[in-house]
């Protein structure tokens, strides 16, 4: 994130999956306007929404992205996740 202000003008797309604001007014003032924006955290995000609209950038919400269209693989890669996080606590 310390060189967001150095790549951001290249950047076409961003895919977010972080659910603590990491790109705020100052970090998207660095985006060129064609920039698109997907949103797939869970609240608060990562991406300052409020910022997002009143800079006009394309930004969309997308909670849940990977249920929807491959509701097992999905659910399989949480439940590895789960279990590997288990596994680490007992150790």
């Known amino acids: 994130m310390e060189e967001i202000a150095r790549i951001a003008p290249e950047m076409d797309l961003v895919l977010n999956t972080i659910p603590a604001v990491i790109l705020d007014r100052e970090k998207l003032g660095c985006f060129p306007e064609q920039t698109i924006f997907l949103e797939l955290a869970s609240p608060p995000y990562g991406i300052d929404l409020a910022a997002a609209a009143e800079l006009e950038l394309n930004t969309t919400v997308l909670p849940g992205?990977?249920?929807?269209?491959?509701?097992?693989?999905?659910?399989?890669?949480?439940?590895?996740?789960v279990l590997r996080r288990i596994g680490e606590e007992c150790i």
Do not use: N, R, V
């Open 65 to 81: 992205l990977p249920a929807w269209y491959a509701p097992c693989s999905a659910a399989a890669a949480l439940k590895e996740t």
